[in-house]
C-alpha cells in the first residue's frame, strides 16, 4: 500500500490537502481524498485571512494537481427533528480525543453510519462521502446524530439514462445476466444526508454536515443457468 499527500492553494485564504491510496505494485487507486483548511479567529470564529509570512512560508510546498476534480458542490441542507433516523445522548470517551482535547474525525464517521439502516449496510459500500465542519466537539458534549434518505438519489443515482440506461454504474444487461432481473430491481435510497450536533439546553450547536453516496456490492453469485 502506499499513500500520497500534498498540498496547494484554495481561493485566496485557504489551502488544500489530497490525498491518493494505491497499491504499489499495480498503481491501482482505491481512494481519492481532498480537503480545504482556512484560518479562524479564535475570539471571533470568523474566518481570517492568511498572514503574509504564513503565506510565503507554505507557497514553495503548493503542488497544483488534483485528486479530485471537484464540480461546484451542492449545498448540504441541515436536518432537523423531523429526520428520519436519529441517535440521541451520545458520548465522547477519553479515547475519542484528539491532541486539542477535541472529538477525533473518525468517530464522527461512525457516529454517522450507525443511523445508516442494516439492510444498506449489508448490500451496499460506502463510495463518497463529504464533511462540512462547522465547530469542534469536546469530551463534555452529549451529541445527537441525525440521518435523511435522499429520496431523490434514487432516480438520480440509482438507473441513468446515458447511450443507454445503466444500474449503479453497470449496464442492464450485466444485471440481467446475473440473474436480477429490472422488475427485481430495490428502489432504495442511495444518498443520505447526516448532521452531528451537540444537544443544548436552549438550543442545539451543529458539530459537522455530512452527504454519503452508496453503491450496490457486486454479487458474489454466480451466473443463473
Request: proline content about 4%; hydrophobic content about 35%; overall charge positive.
Amino acid at each position: 500500500m502506499e499513500i500520497d499527500t500534498w498540498v496547494g492553494a484554495s481561493g485566496k485564504n485557504g489551502m488544500r490537502r489530497d490525498w491518493l491510496i494505491r497499491s504499489q505494485a499495480t498503481g491501482h487507486v482505491f481512494a481519492r481524498a481532498t480537503s480545504t483548511w482556512v484560518m479562524m479567529n479564535q475570539q471571533t470564529r470568523r474566518l481570517s485571512k492568511m498572514p503574509e509570512e504564513v503565506r510565503a512560508e507554505v507557497t514553495p510546498w503548493f503542488i497544483e494537481k488534483q485528486a479530485i476534480k471537484e464540480d461546484c458542490p451542492e449545498k448540504i441542507v441541515k436536518l432537523d427533528s423531523n429526520a428520519r433516523y436519529m441517535d440521541s445522548n451520545l458520548k465522547p470517551k477519553r479515547s475519542d480525543l484528539d491532541m486539542n482535547h477535541h472529538v477525533n474525525n473518525v468517530k464522527y464517521v461512525r457516529w454517522m453510519l450507525e443511523t445508516i439502516p442494516d439492510e444498506i449496510l449489508e448490500s451496499h459500500k460506502l463510495s463518497t462521502i463529504i464533511l462540512e465542519y462547522r465547530r469542534e466537539c469536546g469530551n463534555s458534549d452529549i451529541v445527537q446524530s441525525l440521518c435523511q434518505p435522499d429520496e431523490g438519489g434514487i432516480l438520480e443515482d440509482g438507473l441513468k439514462q446515458n447511450n443507454g440506461t445503466s444500474l449503479n454504474g453497470f449496464s442492464l444487461a450485466s444485471k440481467i445476466l446475473e440473474g436480477g432481473g429490472l422488475l427485481g430491481f430495490e428502489k432504495v435510497p442511495l444518498r443520505y444526508t447526516h448532521l452531528l450536533q451537540t444537544k443544548g439546553e436552549r438550543e442545539n450547536a451543529e458539530i459537522v454536515r455530512v452527504r454519503t453516496k452508496w453503491k450496490r456490492k457486486m454479487s458474489n453469485m454466480p451466473f443463473s443457468t
